[in-house]
């Protein structure tokens, strides 16, 4: 079984957030890719922090008797990132744990990235060809000189087309996304509904209106988003708050999900994914509790981690969760 994690004083957001990640293989020090960009970094880049990541990860998996292992090093040395990146983050009150994740990733990442060649070659026979020469040159614009192996692991390729109503004119914006943050609402039965409104085109109001580029018209333009590519692990947050309350509609999310629809990627049999672990928000907007549930992906067992204590459950009762944040992971084929 795995272990617990300390509670420093109000960091349970941190402990549902790293018990999560500390399920992942992507981020193991036994994982060949992520130990060949740890070798091949930027002297330039502050290691510490992967320092303690990879110390952390190994106390967890040990085979030593101590059930409980101490975070401090881990938060101290995020910390002081947050504030060499001028993110403002207070260590000690209730914080978000998406927020904690999106930002631990992105520092993992700088902590190991170094220069790559981005190639194209060949010319575009079909438009989806251009389309996928213009999502490389982008992802060469962001990675090109910052790359590493988190990259591949956490960050899917966003495509989002803007059209104007009147000439049809289409624009297309590429970005990397690590954390897929899903809209709920209060007819919303299940995790597909979240993502068919994530995908969905719709008009923009008159706040957002668009001057078109090919026709000059002031229009209100039409927006969609899909995925290009998809990464190994998918992290989904669910707008479970507004600016007044907690939205509790609870939502059902398989244990196996199919981001077919959802990804323009022509190779489908890529797109399922497979549980790994969700976080859970107990109370409501000014305060709460986090604790997370995740798969032991060496023994396939499901255990539910609440800061030191760990038990072992069962995945009907993971699946009847309200989870804040879920993590899938890319199916072997």
């Not at 190991?112 to 194209?120: F, M, Q």
């Not at 104007?164 to 039965?189: A, G, M, V």
């Not at 409501?284 to 997370?292: S, V």
């Amino acid at each position: 079984m795995s272990k617990g994690l300390t509670n420093l004083g109000n960091t349970c957001y941190m402990n549902s957030a790293l018990q999560c990640l500390l399920h992942l293989p992507q981020l193991s020090p036994e994982n060949e890719k992520l130990s060949i960009d740890c070798t091949k970094r930027s002297p330039k880049n502050d290691y510490q922090l992967m320092v303690e990541w990879l110390r952390l990860y190994q106390n967890m998996w040990s085979d030593n008797n101590n059930g409980v292992i101490n975070t401090r090093g881990i938060l101290q040395e995020f910390v002081k990132r947050c504030a060499s990146e001028n993110v403002f983050f207070e260590s000690f009150v209730q914080n978000d744990a998406q927020e904690f994740i999106t930002f631990l990733i992105d520092f993992l990442h700088n902590s190991i990235k170094r220069k790559v060649r981005i190639e194209i070659s060949g010319k575009p026979k079909t438009s989806y060809d251009q389309t996928k020469v213009e999502c490389i040159k982008t992802w060469r614009t962001f990675f090109e000189n910052n790359y590493s192996y988190i990259v591949k692991a956490f960050y899917s390729k966003l495509l989002s087309f803007t059209s104007c109503p009147k000439c049809k004119y289409l624009t297309k914006n590429h970005e990397p996304i690590s954390t897929i943050t899903l809209s709920l609402k209060q007819d919303f039965k299940s995790l597909y509904d979240c993502l068919n409104e994530f995908t969905k085109e719709d008009k923009l109001d008159i706040e957002n209106s668009w001057k078109c580029d090919n026709c000059n018209e002031k229009v209100c333009p039409h927006k969609k988003a899909t995925f290009w590519d998809l990464a190994d692990v998918l992290i989904f947050s669910i707008k479970q708050f507004t600016k007044i309350r907690k939205i509790n509609q609870k939502i059902s999310f398989p244990e196996n999900l199919n981001m077919g629809d959802y990804c323009m990627n022509i190779n489908k049999d890529i797109l399922h994914y497979q549980l790994s672990g969700i976080c859970i928000h107990s109370g409501g907007l000014n305060g709460g509790h986090y604790y997370a549930m995740c798969k032991n992906y060496k023994t396939n067992e499901w255990n539910l981690h609440n800061d030191t204590s760990v038990s072992n459950i069962s995945i009907q009762e993971v699946l009847r969760e309200n989870p804040y944040c879920l993590f899938y992971v890319r199916k072997s084929h």
